[in-house]
């Protein structure tokens, strides 16, 4: 029989708001927030000024915490976030993307230095996290991670757009991945707010798989780091590691190396913004059902 249990979340301190399912109006009641949620027009930089990202503030910060139903490395594990008063929430839905002046929310599904292949459940009700399987088995990388891997809610990457910078590829249908570099080992379901600093422009089996470099704002580094070339600076070598972890993860199953586009290197916090920017509006079109969600929750 699978077992619940509900962990303090301390470390998801990060402010969350839970969105009305029609979640474009002005000014609507939060669902399970018992607070008052808006959006608004926000530039993540001057220069994307012009361009929409839907956030949403909550006047209350309801306590998020990490509930695990299952038992780790099976098929039936799975981990919900839930509110104060224990509802759950989703991590891809419910927790906001922006926290203003160039902050966002991160969301972990994989802790540093682990194998075992962790990953929101898209087409599953509050998109919980679980293991992901083939052929019905647990799937593992054949090497750990070497940094905290996972999402930026409200994010959508659209398989029916095809990106003219990116050769042609076309979204993976999933939200956009984070590779978060700092020094602490994080905890699923953990939220963390990150800075972009660079992205890499994946293509997986010819599908865009966006990866967004970052890093948690508690990070000693952090007030270190703020643009692409920081990071080499003052992480040397970590985006060359991240490049090759993802370029080479999948060769030992037997199947070739992911390429990149931009010219196989890593684009600039600016352009990480642009995707972050472009992503948000896809996830807004999916959630107001401009796009046809097929498989994938809105729940």
Not at 201 to 215: N, P, Q, R, S, T
Request: net charge neutral; glycine share 6%.
């Amino acid at each position: 029989m699978a077992t619940a249990r509900v962990i303090p979340a301390a470390a998801t301190s990060a402010t969350s708001c839970l969105l009305a399912r029609t979640p474009f109006s002005l000014r609507r009641t939060a669902v399970n927030a018992g607070g008052l949620c808006f959006f608004r027009r926000a530039g993540a930089e001057p220069s994307s000024s012009s361009r929409r990202l839907f956030t949403c503030r909550a006047i209350q910060k309801p306590q998020v915490q990490v509930k695990e139903e299952g038992k780790p490395e099976t098929l039936d594990y799975r981990v919900f976030l839930v509110d104060d008063s224990g509802k759950k929430v989703s991590p891809w839905h419910d927790i906001p993307l922006q926290l203003g002046h160039g902050v966002f929310n991160f969301v972990v599904e994989i802790p540093k230095e682990s194998s075992a292949k962790m990953e929101v459940a898209t087409d599953e009700p509050f998109t919980p996290i679980k293991q992901d399987t083939k052929k019905g088995n647990l799937r593992y990388y054949p090497y750990n991670i070497h940094w905290n891997y996972g999402l930026l809610p409200q994010t959508w990457e659209d398989p029916s757009f095809a990106n003219s910078e990116v050769e042609g590829a076309f979204g993976d249908n999933d939200p956009v991945d984070v590779v978060e570099i700092g020094e602490s080992r994080r905890q699923i379901g953990e939220i963390l707010k990150v800075k972009p600093l660079a992205a890499l422009a994946m293509i997986d089996e010819g599908e865009l798989d966006w990866k967004v470099i970052a890093i948690s704002l508690d990070d000693p580094k952090a007030s270190l780091v703020n643009d692409i070339d920081d990071v080499e600076k003052h992480f040397p070598g970590t985006l060359t590691a991240i490049r090759d972890w993802f370029r080479d993860y999948k060769i030992p199953d037997g199947k070739p190396a992911n390429k990149f586009g931009l010219g196989n290197k890593p684009a600039d916090k600016a352009y990480a913004l642009k995707v972050i920017t472009e992503t948000n509006e896809s996830w807004a079109k999916l959630v107001k059902r401009s796009i046809p969600s097929g498989e994938l929750s809105l729940l």
